[in-house]
């Protein structure tokens, strides 16, 4: 009864909105990760051009280059996760001190309410902010795998181990960079949640934007266009 009473708070257009930045950010996921016949999303692509690398990486000597990035793509998992850390920290001292939060709304928007919904609102960031975090925390370990299975494939590419080794590592990394980018996402997402502050309308404004943002950088950007110039050779190929 008392959380009929505190969700009676909220009015339909926020549900509404509610249910419309979940819905974005659910279905954008699905379809980057599963994108149409004929359509790949740039990650999808970038999959296949990390097949492609661990094959190179066969026959490169030496693979410092190789080791290289692998390191840079770990730190860049580090510092996000760091961030979203410091995100979730300063949104639950937030949520300690929502009387003031409610103060800045109130001279923003001429709306007033009740401390409940501030700390939901509130709330929702911290979630996908914790989504974010988890993701990203997998993902930098996910990249430790990979670099210790790089180091693993003989440096003879006549080996027999080599290839098939080599395409251990390469689903490893794009295990990794797909926890990765939906760590972003969430990131993106929880950017959006933070228009929620300013009413329903924003919100929904905001996870629109988002969702058409995210859209338009996997099947509709320039970088998507360069790389459809030349596909990788792989199309799925784990081991050559």
């Known amino acids: 009864m008392i959380w009929t009473t505190r969700l009676a708070q909220f009015s339909l257009f926020d549900l509404a909105a509610m249910t419309l930045l ?32 661990m094959k ?7 693979r410092i280059f190789d080791a290289q990035l692998a390191g840079n793509l770990r ?8 961030a979203a850390m410091i ?23 001429q709306d007033s309410a009740p401390a409940f919904v ?10 996908f902010l914790s989504n974010a975090f988890l993701k990203f ?16 494939v003989p440096n003879d590419s006549g080996d027999a181990l080599a290839y098939p080794r080599a395409a251990q590592a ?10 990765f980018n939906r760590g972003m996402r969430a990131t993106y997402f929880a950017l959006a949640a933070v228009a929620w502050l300013a009413g329903a309308l924003a ?12 859209y338009r950088r996997e099947f509709a950007s320039h970088s998507r266009a360069v790389l459809m110039r030349i596909p990788p050779e792989s199309d799925g190929d784990t081991v050559s």
């Open 22 to 53: 979940l819905a974005s950010w659910l279905w954008i996921g699905w379809r980057i990760e599963n994108p149409p016949k004929g359509r790949p999303s740039v990650s999808w692509l970038m999959a296949d051009f990390r097949r492609d690398w």
């Open 56 to 62: 190179r990486m066969v026959e490169r000597d030496p």
């Open 75 to 82: 730190q860049a998992t580090a510092f996000f996760a760091s």
């Open 87 to 109: 995100a979730i920290g300063g949104g639950l001292a937030l949520i300690g001190n929502t009387e003031q939060l409610a103060g800045v709304a109130e001279d923003l928007i």
């Open 118 to 127: 501030w700390e939901v609102k509130i709330l929702v960031v911290l979630l």
């Open 137 to 152: 925390v997998w993902s930098h370990r996910l990249f430790g795998y990979c670099a210790v299975v790089m180091a693993a």
């Open 170 to 179: 390469a689903e490893i990394s794009i295990s990794a960079a797909r926890s």
């Open 203 to 214: 919100l929904a404004g905001a996870a629109v934007i988002t969702f058409a943002v995210l």
